[in-house]
């Protein structure tokens, strides 16, 4: 586009074409926001062409879609629930705000479950999101849309976010690269409270560069935030940083749940040990190390989790239309003290207190992203028992949602794909801010084993 080769126009409308004949098909959007992406696209033209490349923003004219849990202004904003349908947002979230100045063009909202509470994309008022690779499959939650939307080639990067695993679950059953940065890297302004800081906002794209210059843009800090990063300084990137070396690198790596009963798939084992190998190859030393995590933290998620599925507004004579774990969650979070709460909160940051010295002495950590290949759309849904649910989503996820709760930035990596053709991934995770060794590490992981040419076979349809 800089080369004027291509104009934005011309790549909005292939996007949107694309959205078009295939979004209903993965369950990618529940809002196609065309007239909004088309004007976007002209004004964008116009800079192209009026403007010195060096003087464009850095996403100008790149399709960004928008994760239906955040605000796009003047547009739908669903939550992915029923009970929503009718909300339109009045104003930006701050970081799409960044987004918007950096020139990036908002194609739809994507699809999300309800509240964002689930590990998988199904809720009732779009088509279930599924991971391009095999469209029996679920595209993971609840970033699911987003997801589905960059493997099945209709947007080339979309923003995501995640409370608990909600960036990396889609990113390993869509085979993208997706990361969930430091607590306190991206705002939650304007409206979205702070509280324990579960919640990150990152970019899901095809190549580690593209999630580096997203994460540039987003990157900002507001007034009031309880949890805030410092920007990088000195005119650095995080673009430039996942370009440069990482020299040899500590790892620490385990492959055992810190879920009580969870069971790793040998799929899921494999792709941690050929990982391993690689790792070992481009000359890092990685170590096995016992399980930093107390099981019991996952326990205490569960209710927090629960206070915050509580904390959504819903008219009363609305309550009977949310889904099934959707009001057995709110059921929990009223049974909840604020005791209770603070009681759990508290236990939480005990229990990182105790892991963060554990994984101190390494620069990253090395683990299966999750402990089973995609799921089939309607496993979770299908038991019927919203309490089992929860239990199969976290036997499910065993390995995500630790990293929300200490706060580490952590990513998926494609690195594998199973006999059945599944994208497998695996996770590391850094320390507190370090997001650059991360980026660095993955490009190193990237250039040695390119995924980004691995494309299901809806790309060429």
Not at 106 to 130: H, M, Q, V, W
Not at 154 to 160: I, V
Request: with cysteine; proline share 9%; net charge negative.
């Amino acid at each position: 586009m800089r080369r004027r080769e291509l104009s934005p126009v011309e790549i909005a409308d292939h996007y949107l074409d694309r959205i078009g004949r295939h979004g209903t098909t993965v369950g990618a959007f529940i809002t196609v926001t065309r007239e909004l992406a088309e004007q976007q696209a002209r004004n964008a033209e116009k800079r192209v062409l009026a403007e010195p490349v060096e003087d464009l923003p850095p996403l100008l004219g790149v399709p960004v879609p928008i994760k239906d849990l955040d605000m796009l202004a003047g547009q739908p904003w669903t939550s992915g629930t029923n009970t929503h349908s009718a909300v339109i947002a009045t104003e930006d979230e701050a970081f799409v705000a960044e987004l918007r100045r950096a020139g990036a063009i908002f194609t739809g909202k994507t699809n999300t479950p309800e509240f964002g509470l689930s590990c998988y994309t199904e809720n009732d008022i779009a088509p279930a999101a599924r991971t391009p690779w095999d469209l029996s499959r679920s595209a993971g939650g609840s970033s699911g849309g987003a997801a589905a939307a960059v493997a099945a080639g209709l947007a080339p990067m979309a923003q995501g976010s995640d409370g608990g695993g909600s960036i990396r679950v889609p990113a390993s059953v869509c085979g993208l690269f997706g990361l969930k940065p430091s607590r306190g890297r991206v705002t939650n302004a304007p409206r979205r409270p702070d509280l324990i800081g579960l919640s990150a906002t990152g970019p899901l794209s095809r190549t580690v560069a593209d999630a580096a210059l997203m994460l540039d843009v987003i990157s900002v800090s507001r007034p009031g935030d309880y949890h805030a990063l410092p920007p990088l300084g000195g005119g650095r990137t995080f673009l430039e940083l996942a370009g440069r070396e990482p020299g040899r690198l500590r790892i620490a790596r385990f492959a055992r749940p810190p879920v009580a009963d969870a069971v790793v798939h040998p799929d899921a084992l494999t792709a941690y040990e050929e990982a391993t190998r690689l790792l070992l190859h481009l000359g890092h030393e990685v170590e096995e190390i016992p399980v930093p995590f107390d099981p019991g933290m996952l326990d205490l998620f569960g209710t927090v989790w629960a206070v915050m599925a509580g904390r959504a507004v819903v008219a009363a004579e609305r309550e009977a239309r949310l889904r099934p774990l959707t009001r057995w969650l709110r059921e929990r979070a009223a049974r909840t003290t604020a005791a209770q709460y603070l009681d759990a909160t508290a236990g939480l940051q005990q229990a990182v207190r105790a892991a963060l010295p554990r994984m101190a002495p390494y620069d990253a950590v090395l683990t299966p992203t999750l402990a089973e290949p995609p799921a089939p759309v309607g496993r979770f849904t299908d038991l019927d028992d919203p309490a089992a649910e929860f239990r199969e989503m976290t036997l499910y996820t065993p390995f995500c949602t630790v990293y929300n709760i200490t706060g580490q930035p952590a990513v998926n990596i494609p690195l594998h794909w199973n006999t059945e053709g599944l994208p497998i991934g695996v996770m590391l995770a850094g320390r507190i801010g370090d997001e650059a060794t991360l980026l660095s590490l993955s490009a190193q992981l990237e250039a040695a084993r390119p995924w980004a040419d691995r494309r299901p076979p809806i790309w060429s349809r």
